[in-house]
């Protein structure tokens, strides 16, 4: 069964340009979840998407979006890229249903991007 | 606002000994809690993990403990093995898939 899939797996930016990133699920996996992680504030929850709506939302400002389509693949921008926005960008998936296991996510490997 | 903190950001630890991770959380309302491994260059991989109605949950040589009262679990592996060397990081959810993660620990097994 194949994993969680991103890509690009590093992609290098200036600022003030924009970037989006693709994040494929487990197959069967209804729920994908986005994180950043950073040295200085550790791994930080983004976004979740669950049947193409956005159904929570961490503490980002509106630059960083995200969207998912009806195969469950998702995506996620960020617009006028900072410095401050160089990171390891988790996407994550997990089956969003009931019962033990349904809130366990599965992540991918994660695209790294450096912004200069 | 750190609502779960792991205060130690790195382990040492024999190969065959215990390796014990701690991990400290404010909330009352997650119920629920992952640990999970990360190596370099990688994404974070499940280890395991423990509903808020249970106090032990054992995999293999991974045990964790919850301790509601305190708001402490705690991850034990025995034995340690020198394949177990990565940054290990607890998390919580609160009827959800929002996860909050603990700045991590970085364990090192010397063999």
């Known amino acids: 069964k194949a994993g969680v899939t991103q890509t690009p797996r590093y992609l290098i930016k200036t600022r003030g340009q924009q970037v989006t990133l693709s994040c494929s699920p487990i197959?069967?996996?209804?729920?994908v979840s986005w994180y950043q992680q950073t040295p200085g504030q550790g791994l930080q929850f983004l976004f979740e998407?669950?049947?193409?709506?956005?159904?929570n939302k961490g503490n980002f400002p509106g630059r960083f979006s995200g969207r998912q389509f009806s195969n469950s693949r998702s995506e996620m921008n960020v617009s006028t890229l900072e410095l401050g926005d160089s990171a390891l960008y988790l996407c994550?998936?997990?089956?969003?249903?009931?019962?033990?296991?349904?809130?366990?996510?599965?992540f991918g490997a994660g695209s790294r991007l450096t912004v200069l | 606002d750190q609502q779960v903190k792991q205060n130690s950001p790195s382990l040492s630890v024999q190969e065959g000994r215990i390796s014990i991770l701690n991990c400290d959380y404010t909330?009352?309302?997650?119920?629920?809690f992952l640990w999970y491994k990360k190596y370099p260059a990688e994404g974070p991989t499940f280890l395991i993990s423990?509903?808020?109605?249970?106090d032990k949950n054992e995999d293999g040589r991974f045990t964790v403990f919850l301790n509601k009262s305190a708001k402490h679990l705690s991850l034990h592996i025995v034995p340690s093995q020198p394949g177990d060397s990565a940054v290990y990081f607890c998390a919580a959810s609160a009827r959800g898939n929002m996860l909050t993660f603990g700045g991590g620990t970085r364990l090192m097994v010397k063999p």
């Open positions: 423990i509903s808020s109605i249970k």
């Open positions: 994550a998936s997990s089956l969003a249903g009931r019962g033990p296991g349904a809130n366990v996510l599965t």
């Open positions: 909330n009352s309302m997650f119920d629920y």
């Open positions: 197959s069967g996996h209804r729920s």
């Open positions: 998407y669950f049947s193409e709506t956005q159904r």
